[in-house]
C-alpha cells in the first residue's frame, strides 16, 4: 500500500466514525430486564443512570471514556487530516498525535462492561440483560478510531516539511 | 555523562539530535516534535521486564479459568468467567461484538504476551532462537491492543453497577484481573525498542 493510498483509508476510517458516531448515541446500546421491568439503555442513559444513584465517579469514567474521548478523537482526527501538509502546529498536532494513541483504546470500556454485564444477567425473568445494536455502532466508532489515528504515521505531520 | 555518541536524526520530524548515554530516569526527548527517542536502559531490565512477563502470563492463564464475579438476584445465583461474556453475546446474535471483545480482551493479549516472552527469552539468554526480528514486529504492533487495564476497570464498574440490581460477590478472577492489569502497566513503561534492537544485533554478531 502507498502512504497516498493509506492516507486516503485514514479519511475514509474518519468519515466512516463521524457516520458511525450519530447512532451509536441514539441507538439503545442494551436492554436490561429486571424483575419483569424492561429498560432499554443508551450509552448516555447509563451514564445518567449511575449518576442518578449517586455513584459519579464511575458514570464519570464511563462518560468520558465513552462519550467525550471517542468524540474528541474525531475531532482531533479531522483536525490533523485538515492541517495535514501544511506548516501549521506541527508541534501541537504531534504532540496531540502521541496522547491519542495513547488513552484512545480505553474507549473499548462501555464495551468490555456490556460484555461483563450481559455475562451475568442470564437469571431468565429475573435478570436478562441484552446487546442491542447499539453497540454495533459504538464498536464500529472504536474500531474506525483505533485503526485511523494508527494507520496515520506520526512522521506525515513532519514529512512536507523537508 | 553527558558524553555525545554520535548525531543521528528523529524518525518522525527529521531533527538531528545527539545520541548520549543516559543516567537513570532520564529520557531522551526530540527537541523539535518531542518524540521520545530513548529510554534510560538498566542493563538489567531485560531480566526484570522477562520475570514480569512471565508472571504476567501465570496471572493470565488464571484469570481465564477461575471466575470474576457471582452474581445474585433472588437466590438465583450466576457466575461468570471472562470468556462468558463473549459467549452470551455470541448466542445473542452479536457475534462481531463477540468477536471483538474476545480478540481485546484475551486473544491479542495472551499472544502479546506469549511473543514478548519468547522475544525477552532470546534477548536475555544471548540466544539466536529463530525468527526474533519478526517477533519483535508482532510485539510492537500488539502493545496498542493489550487492553487488559482497561478490562480490569470495566469489571470494577460492572461491579458496581450489577449492585443496584442484585448482590454480586468478587471472586478470585477479579483478583487475577487486577494484577494483571498492574503488571502489564509496569511491562509497557520498561519496553524499549532501541534495547532489543542493540540485543538483536549483538546476538547477530556472535552468533
Redesign the interface.
Known amino acids: 500500500m502507498t502512504s497516498r493510498q493509506q492516507l486516503g483509508l485514514v479519511k475514509v476510517l474518519v468519515l466512516t466514525a463521524i457516520i458511525f458516531y450519530i447512532p451509536s448515541n441514539v441507538v439503545p446500546v442494551m436492554t436490561?430486564t429486571?424483575n419483569g421491568n424492561v429498560s432499554p439503555l443508551t450509552v448516555m442513559g447509563?451514564v445518567r443512570e449511575?449518576i442518578q444513584?449517586g455513584?459519579w465517579p464511575?458514570g464519570l469514567?464511563?462518560f468520558l471514556a465513552s462519550i467525550v474521548l471517542p468524540f474528541l478523537k474525531i475531532i482531533i482526527m479531522c483536525a490533523i487530516l485538515w492541517l495535514h501538509g501544511t506548516p501549521l502546529y506541527?508541534?501541537e498536532r504531534?504532540?496531540l498525535h502521541?496522547i491519542m494513541?495513547k488513552i484512545?483504546?480505553?474507549a473499548?470500556?462501555?464495551?468490555?462492561?456490556?460484555?461483563?454485564?450481559?455475562?451475568?444477567?442470564?437469571?431468565?425473568i429475573?435478570?436478562s440483560i441484552?446487546?442491542e445494536p447499539g453497540?454495533?455502532f459504538f464498536?464500529g466508532v472504536l474500531?474506525c478510531n483505533?485503526f485511523s489515528c494508527?494507520l496515520y504515521l506520526?512522521?506525515w505531520?513532519?514529512k512536507e516539511?523537508? | 555523562m553527558n558524553e555525545c555518541l554520535s548525531s543521528e536524526f528523529c524518525?518522525?520530524?527529521?531533527a538531528p539530535y545527539n545520541d548520549r548515554i543516559l543516567s537513570c530516569g532520564q529520557d531522551l526527548l526530540c527537541t523539535?516534535?518531542?518524540?521520545k527517542l530513548k529510554k534510560y536502559g538498566n542493563p538489567y531490565s531485560l531480566q526484570i521486564v522477562w520475570a514480569l512477563v512471565t508472571a504476567s502470563l501465570i496471572c493470565m492463564l488464571m484469570a481465564n479459568v477461575t471466575p470474576?464475579?457471582?452474581?445474585n438476584?433472588?437466590g438465583?445465583t450466576?457466575?461468570?468467567?471472562m470468556i462468558?461474556?463473549?459467549?452470551?453475546?455470541f448466542l445473542?446474535g452479536?457475534w462481531?461484538?463477540?468477536i471483538?471483545?474476545f480478540l481485546?480482551?484475551i486473544a491479542l493479549p495472551m499472544l502479546h504476551l506469549l511473543a514478548y516472552w519468547y522475544l525477552l527469552g532470546g534477548s536475555c539468554l544471548q540466544a539466536p532462537w529463530p525468527g526474533l526480528k519478526k517477533i519483535l514486529v508482532i510485539v510492537e504492533t500488539l502493545m496498542?491492543?493489550n487492553?487488559i487495564p482497561?478490562?480490569a476497570?470495566?469489571?470494577?464498574?460492572?461491579v458496581?453497577?450489577?449492585k443496584?440490581?442484585?448482590t454480586?460477590e468478587w471472586q478470585s478472577g477479579a483478583l487475577w484481573i487486577g494484577l494483571l492489569a498492574i503488571l502489564s502497566l509496569i511491562t509497557t513503561r520498561f519496553f524499549d525498542r532501541r534495547l532489543f534492537e542493540d540485543m538483536l544485533a549483538s546476538i547477530e554478531i556472535s552468533s
Open positions: 436490561m429486571l447509563g449511575m444513584s455513584l464511575v469514567i464511563i506541527l508541534e504531534s504532540r502521541r494513541k484512545g483504546n480505553w473499548m470500556i462501555d464495551i468490555f462492561l456490556l460484555s461483563i454485564i450481559a455475562a451475568v444477567g442470564q437469571l431468565g429475573l435478570a441484552h446487546a453497540a454495533l464498536s474500531l483505533i494508527e506520526s512522521k505531520i513532519w516539511m523537508k | 524518525p518522525d520530524c527529521g523539535c516534535c518531542g518524540k470474576i464475579i457471582v452474581f438476584v433472588s438465583n450466576q457466575s461468570s468467567f462468558t461474556g463473549v459467549e452470551s453475546l445473542q452479536y462481531p461484538l463477540a471483538l471483545v481485546c480482551s496498542p491492543w487492553l482497561v478490562f476497570v470495566a469489571t470494577m464498574a460492572a458496581v453497577k450489577l443496584q440490581l442484585g454480586i
